[in-house]
């Protein structure tokens, strides 16, 4: 028989340096100076999460606990270095020895003292994305993949299922079968691809981002000396957004907390909106499920929106099934009640936003703090065309701009080609999609289709908005002239080139920019997004968005010349003389979580597009479009408007207006918390 004889440390009387009681509201100060063992911290939307994470590393330093026994892992660079720097700050010393950083940058460390137990030298590199394509581009080649006319997935695509498969524990056949079925047919040549890819980077001495995570558990699994040793060493580990962590971080956080469970974990589960890239929402449900003795603290305390606001995002989320079950309260005095606001379509949604947002500056609203959210891309068509006509200043943080991004600016090109056959830049933009053919290749075939061009040159006069057929006619002789300039590799790719801007030229297409869009989607586009896009279905959705937003369009030049006058003012944005001007924020609500603003609009809120159409097919997929929707609404402050179109305009591959229903999201938040606006046109 054997017991365990704990010997206490002598330790002087505690004098804190901190008055935590008077710095912290009650629910915060109990997860703070919560007792060792494992902790849950649920803190909901603007209720002083950072705060009481760092105020709980101070607490557990002021303890006696040495910094580095502490381990905080975070998921930015920006938010580990923020809250290191707090700390220090809260306790008037620096704290080098305090372990802080990202689930990544906490590997590589790792990784770093032990990669010889695993294989490689301890001068490994850390390959980035671009190296990786670049790796598995050789592991393409040494596997012989014929890739010509297989519509094979490019290396950019197959880096994204690798690396869905490391950090969800899944297999290579079973992220194909999730979300890259129309790859199904080469599965067991990426299962054999992602070998290769694994061997040679050992080969070489390299590590992804990925394996900075998966190799990290993978030696703290096999070797038990290791993993004692970090076990000893963290006696008090924090996870930062553990709402977002996927299978591969959670298994990280359990197997290093297994001597001591200390492990505090801080997050909301109502923000867990970043399924589609491997976050696991079950990894904060279940935790205690996980650890039984686990204390849950609720932080509910609302210190950003006003009481009218907050009821609105508590009657938004009450419908989620899974979820833990909390109310916000506001620590704000009484403001407006957030709007909802029907729409005749798209173009009024439009115009009301513009015209609110110029109202608001005369009511002593920054327009910095003003911002538009939405589900996707495009559904801010519409109004980027309003402001850039009505002069309103606005920057797109939507990740890439929509106008800017390839698989626009490449259907784009079919249409300037046809619209412009002196078009250099559209030309060789296409040319360049095709295989084998590179910067030199498309202007020497610019160069040959250029001198047929004007070799055929016809002096029949063009005023008309459309060129005459012979024009069109020109085009097409001039395009297969140049096929034997044409590497034999792209020849069937030019082929259908060639075929494609022949029907756009077909004189009822060329009338319509939305079925010029459409066309060259059906022509082969569609297949070059699977290849070569790891959100192919995303894109797809875009273009097709595109050429609905293109039907308002009298004509392609029509179409084409407001689409050159947005990417111009988008590009301005991007200019550093414009980066302190006032400008209101454009914005998907995933690149808006985690910031505030005093006006929030969240537009386009029918079913279909929020929640999208494909969430609506299981319970999962409209939860997190709920949470999502709950994330939009509690980024407002002061002022909340929510807002929806009754039509469509040219829906479908028809471009009939189409009747739309509210989200069935709005139905679910009872009518006395909102103000119903109702619009209507004045005429002179």
Not at 605 to 610: K, T, V, W
Request: net charge negative.
């Amino acid at each position: 028989m054997s017991r365990d004889y704990v010997i206490e440390p002598f330790r002087s009387e505690i004098n804190l340096h901190i008055d935590y009681a008077r710095e912290l509201n009650p629910q915060q100060l109990a997860a703070v100076t919560a007792p060792p063992g494992p902790a849950l911290v649920i803190a909901g939307a603007g209720s002083g999460k950072t705060r009481t994470l760092t105020y709980r590393v101070a607490y557990l330093l002021e303890q006696g606990v040495p910094a580095d026994r502490i381990l905080l892992l975070t998921f930015t660079n920006k938010a580990a270095g923020e809250m290191m720097r707090r700390v220090a700050d809260l306790l008037g010393r620096q704290l080098p020895s305090l372990w802080g950083g990202t689930f990544h940058s906490i590997g590589a460390r790792i990784l770093r003292s032990h990669a010889d137990l695993l294989g490689y030298r301890r001068d490994f590199t850390i390959l980035d994305r671009d190296d990786a394509k670049d790796l598995i581009k050789t592991c393409i080649a040494e596997a012989g993949i014929e890739t010509k006319g297989t519509h094979f997935p490019k290396p950019e695509v197959l880096c994204e299922i690798f690396s869905l498969a490391v950090n969800t524990h899944k297999t290579t056949g079973e992220i194909l079968e999730d979300q890259f079925d129309y790859f199904e047919q080469f599965t067991a040549q990426i299962t054999d691809l992602q070998k290769r890819y694994t061997a040679r980077k050992r080969a070489t001495n390299a590590m992804d981002f990925d394996d900075l995570l998966a190799l990290w558990l993978r030696l703290l699994q096999e070797h038990a000396d290791v993993c004692e040793h970090y076990q000893r060493r963290f006696q008090f580990i924090l996870v930062d957004e553990y709402q977002d962590t996927n299978q591969l971080q959670s298994d990280l956080i359990d197997l290093l907390a297994g001597r001591h469970h200390n492990v505090t974990v801080v997050g909301d589960d109502a923000q867990s909106i970043y399924a589609w890239r491997g976050a696991n929402f079950q990894n904060i449900f279940k935790f205690p499920k996980r650890y039984p003795d686990a204390k849950v603290f609720k932080i509910e305390t609302n210190y950003r929106s006003t009481p009218e606001i907050l009821k609105v995002a508590n009657a938004a989320i009450a419908a989620n099934r899974d979820q833990f079950t909390k109310i916000l309260t506001p620590a704000r005095k009484s403001g407006l009640k957030p709007a909802l606001v029907t729409c005749a379509d798209a173009a009024q949604q439009a115009a009301f936003i513009a015209q609110r947002v110029a109202e608001l500056p005369e009511e002593g609203v920054d327009l910095n703090q003003v911002a538009v959210l939405y589900r996707s891309h495009f559904h801010a068509l519409e109004l980027q065309l309003e402001l850039t006509k009505l002069n309103i200043p606005f920057s797109i943080t939507s990740g890439i701009r929509f106008f800017e991004q390839a698989h626009i600016k490449d259907a784009t090109a079919y249409l300037k080609l046809v619209a412009n056959p002196q078009d250099e830049l559209a030309f060789k933009r296409i040319a360049l999609l095709l295989p084998g053919i590179g910067a030199k290749g498309a202007d020497k075939l610019w160069k040959a289709f250029h001198e047929k061009l004007e070799g055929t040159a016809s002096s029949v006069p063009n005023n008309s908005g459309l060129e005459p057929n012979n024009s069109g006619q020109r085009r097409s002789a001039a395009l297969q002239a140049c096929s034997k300039s044409v590497p034999t590799k792209a020849a069937t790719a030019w082929k259908q080139f060639v075929e494609t801007i022949s029907q756009l030229e077909d004189e009822i297409v060329r009338q319509s920019a939305a079925k010029m869009l459409r066309l060259v989607m059906d022509a082969g586009y569609d297949d070059y997004l699977k290849e070569n896009f790891a959100n192919y279905r995303n894109r797809l959705e875009d273009l097709e968005q595109l050429a609905v937003f293109a039907y308002q369009f009298g004509s392609v030049e029509d179409f084409l010349t407001q689409l050159a006058l947005l990417t111009n003012v988008e590009a301005e944005d991007g200019d550093a003389a414009n980066r302190d001007a006032e400008q209101i924020r454009l914005s998907t609500i995933h690149q808006a979580k985690g910031l505030e603003f005093d006006v929030v609009f969240v537009i386009m809120l029918c079913d279909g597009l929020f929640p999208s159409a494909r969430s609506m097919e299981n319970d999962e997929g409209e939860e997190e479009e709920r949470r999502l929707f709950y994330v939009a609404i509690t980024r407002a402050k002061n002022e909340l408007y929510l807002s929806y179109p009754l039509i469509r305009a040219g829906y479908g591959s028809t471009g009939i207006d189409a009747m739309q229903q509210p989200s069935r999201f709005l139905s679910e938040i009872p009518r006395d918390l909102l103000n119903e606006w109702n619009l209507r046109s004045r005429y002179a």
